[in-house]
């Protein structure tokens, strides 16, 4: 009984090796548009972008546009079909940030993971990070979640009316900001 352990241990290493070091770099859709893509960074309510040279997860935007990342963190844990190690979703117009079930939290270049649990604990994490934040702070999360990974997530806070897509400057161009209606 133990050596089959052992090797269904093996067999689930070497597979999520596989999906780390062969997986090839995800490219935006040849058919969507630069208002899918644009739309589609709305939609998420921040931009992601994945850094290797600093080992960084970075997700730009409004206070109010970051916290949806933990609601996209807590759709995905209730979601029966992510219950299994293994599991994964991609999101963002790119489907480059994925979020995946893995037996210990972790950040990589392929995904950010961890248990249901784990991952409910990420989510509370950036809420809790975010109750505070004031645009212009850049907020790091990396101990308190998976304090051996060598990669973490940056939370970069911007300003009220952010537009997630003015941060994609290399598909879209230069950052902008939409305006936001006043309150009177």
Sequence with gaps: MLALAVIALLIGGAYYLYRQNVA??????VDLTNEDIKRGWRE???????????KTWTLTGSRAGLLH??????????DPANASDGALK?????GSLEIMTWPEAGLDAHAMRGSLDDLDRLASLVETQLTVAEPGVRLRIREDYAPGSLYALLL????DGFDPAAADRERLGATSEREVPKKT
């Design 69 to 78: 990342f933990p609601d996209l963190l807590r759709g995905y844990i209730i």
């Design 24 to 29: 090839a770099p995800t490219q935006p859709h």
């Design 156 to 159: 970069d806070v911007r300003a």
């Design 90 to 94: 991609h999101f963002d117009p790119y």
């Design 44 to 54: 998420l309510g921040f931009f992601c972008e994945l850094d290797d040279q600093n």
